[in-house]
């Protein structure tokens, strides 16, 4: 049996366990990935994280100045 662990604790610890991984592909373009977990590892492209990330403040803004206006 595992220990019990706060989730706070637990979720510091996941968050200490991720790494940041570059390489190039075939075409030699450079990519970057998160990557986490322990037992259940996890990979996330920034790319994609980085284009959520701009839709989603677009989205936001727009709404905003919708509001606004």
Do not use: K, N
Not at 1 to 18: E, G, K
Not at 30 to 50: E, M
């Amino acid at each position: 049996m595992r220990p019990t662990v706060p989730l706070r604790i637990r979720s510091a610890v996941a968050c200490v366990s991720m790494r940041l991984h570059s390489y190039r592909d075939e075409s030699h373009a450079r990519h970057f990935d998160l990557i986490g977990g322990g037992s259940q590892a996890w990979s996330i492209d920034l790319v994609y994280v980085t284009a959520s990330a701009i839709l989603v403040v677009g989205f936001a803004c727009a709404l905003m100045a919708h509001w606004v206006r």
